[in-house]
């Protein structure tokens, strides 16, 4: 799951967060420099690289 952010002690906390859920944290940096990936489900070509894990109705 991708993280950015620009406190590195609640990127930590969420980072733990995630490894505790099953999942891989991948750490890409503030949110100037990783902030465009971690919402890059929502841009038209960032769907081809995301799949989603649950549907809801």
Same mark, same amino acid.
């Given at each position: 799951?991708?993280?950015?952010?620009?406190?590195?002690?609640?990127?930590?906390?969420?980072?733990?967060?995630?490894?505790?859920?099953?999942?891989?944290?991948?750490?890409?940096? =503030?949110?100037?420099?990783?902030?465009?990936?971690? $919402?890059?489900?929502?841009?038209?070509?960032? $769907?081809?690289?995301? $799949?989603?894990?649950? =549907?809801?109705?």
């Amino acid at each position: 799951m991708f993280l950015s952010s620009d406190d590195e002690a609640a990127s930590a906390s969420v980072a733990t967060l995630v490894n505790r859920l099953g999942f891989a944290p991948i750490e890409l940096g =503030k949110l100037g420099e990783g902030g465009l990936l971690v $919402q890059a489900r929502g841009n038209t070509w960032g $769907q081809l690289i995301f $799949q989603d894990l649950a =549907k809801f109705d």
